[in-house]
């Protein structure tokens, strides 16, 4: 695969140094194209010592007229010859000129010329990040059908701590070589995948609900679709966007996802359930809003639906994971849950642990598949655990689907 690396100009430009090697190691030629911006960073000369490349710099730099004209379609010569564009880090700039197709340097022109996949893998600082403007980029981007490779949380370089650092280079080159060779290993399954809270209202202004953000379950239903699943994400209100490729059905209670489930049950080869759906519910809400008095009150509240154990009663030869939320005991809970709620797999998230679980952009969690020894996954972006997830559901579907 003809790989090329647009480096930005960001501190995260020398970690582009790692990913250059991690894409060699996996088998492909890259050819790095820096900004003028990146060179104040890293030098060329690092990369072409790397790749055994020549560095492409700029469209002008300091060559005679006679060169530049020479070799001045030069950038359609590179986009024609390659398969993936992987831009890291993808700056702010560099995002907002691929967003608005600016072409005022080799890398922006190219990006313009290229035809092939494009994976862009952004680093930046976090106000930056969350600033409405990249957002709108990164939704603009997404929408063109890039691939996204979230950046991380932790410590900057700005003394900040938050969201924005690049990503791992070895997960980075991962997606590129799977995103350019189409590894489509979830092609022709259909996977109803939920996330996200419920709320169940107590009145027109209250609702009783948790700390699901959506992110895993958003996570695997990204993951799912870039390897060719057809996904229908049941989601909860959550405040992210959807991923790009995805049926998305929203639903606010317990009682509404489990009938958008069962609506698209049918149809479903995989069911994943990782929504934090409430466990009790007000049977029936407050019409009107209810007003404070100076008197101790008590709520009545009645079970949800369990989804999981009423879709594990039918579930027919579909695979179907569920998740184990816990504090403590998470094998043993989840190994309980597989059998009452006849799970294939469950996903055991043991969320009392600091920057894990519930709200968080990571995530450590055990799968205990039926009959196996519980596999501990390390902690990583919810991105990755997403997909090492379903490397661990591959499997067990196709074995299904022999057997039946
Ligand atoms: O959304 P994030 O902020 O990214 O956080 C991710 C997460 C922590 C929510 C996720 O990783 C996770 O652990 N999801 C399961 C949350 C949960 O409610 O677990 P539980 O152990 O209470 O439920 C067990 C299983 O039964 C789950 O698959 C759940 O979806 C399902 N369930 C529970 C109750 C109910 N009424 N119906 C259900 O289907």
């Not at 691929?98 to 600082?125: E, I, Q, R």
């Not at 969350?130 to 932790?154: D, Y």
Request: charged residues 20%.
């Amino acid at each position: 695969m003809r790989v090329i690396l647009g480096v930005g100009g960001g501190i995260a430009a020398y970690k582009a140094a790692e990913l250059a090697r991690a894409l060699m190691e996996r088998g492909a030629t890259v050819q790095p194209v820096m900004t003028a911006a990146a060179r104040q960073f890293i030098t060329p000369l690092t990369f072409a010592a790397l790749t055994g490349k020549k560095v492409i710099t700029d469209l002008f730099g300091d060559r005679t007229a006679d060169e530049v004209l020479a070799s001045s379609v030069e950038h359609i010569q590179v986009a024609r010859e390659n398969d993936v564009l992987v831009a890291a880090p993808a700056t702010a700039d560099l995002l907002a000129k691929f967003a608005n197709g600016l072409a005022d340097d080799f890398l922006s022109t190219l990006y313009l010329a290229f035809t092939g996949k494009v994976v862009l893998a952004p680093a930046m600082n976090t106000q930056m990040w969350l600033h409405p403007a990249t957002a709108a980029n990164i939704e603009k981007l997404r929408a063109r059908g890039h691939h996204i490779v979230p950046p991380g949380s932790g410590p900057l370089a700005c003394g900040e701590t938050g969201v924005g650092r690049l990503a791992d280079p070895a997960r980075i080159a991962d997606d590129v070589i799977r995103i350019g060779t189409g590894k489509q290993d979830f092609a022709g399954e259909t996977i109803v995948i939920t996330a996200g809270p419920t709320q169940e209202a107590i009145d027109p202004v209250r609702f009783i609900s948790n700390r699901s953000s959506g992110k895993m379950g958003y996570a695997i239903a990204e993951a799912a679709a870039a390897r060719g699943a057809q996904v229908i994400l049941v989601s909860g209100p959550v405040k992210i966007p959807p991923p790009a490729g995805v049926k998305v059905v929203q639903v606010e209670t317990a009682l509404e996802m489990k009938d958008a489930v069962f609506a698209h049950l049918e149809e479903a080869t995989i069911v994943i359930k990782s929504a934090a759906v409430a466990d009790y519910m007000v049977e029936n809400p407050a019409p009107q809003k209810m007003k404070k008095t100076a008197a101790r009150m008590s709520i009545e509240l009645s079970p949800t639906p369990d989804i999981l154990a009423e879709v594990g009663r039918v579930k027919g030869d579909r695979l179907l994971v569920g998740f184990a939320a816990e504090t403590q005991n998470m094998i043993s809970e989840a190994k309980r849950k597989m059998e009452t709620k006849n799970c294939d797999l469950v996903v055991g998230n043991l969320v009392s642990q600091h920057g894990v679980g519930f709200g968080s952009d990571d995530n450590e969690v055990t799968l205990v598949p039926r009959g196996g020894a519980p596999v501990p996954l390390p902690r990583a972006s919810k991105r990755i655990v997403a997909d090492q997830i379903l490397d661990h559901v591959l499997p067990l579907r196709l074995a299904l689907r022999s057997a039946s």
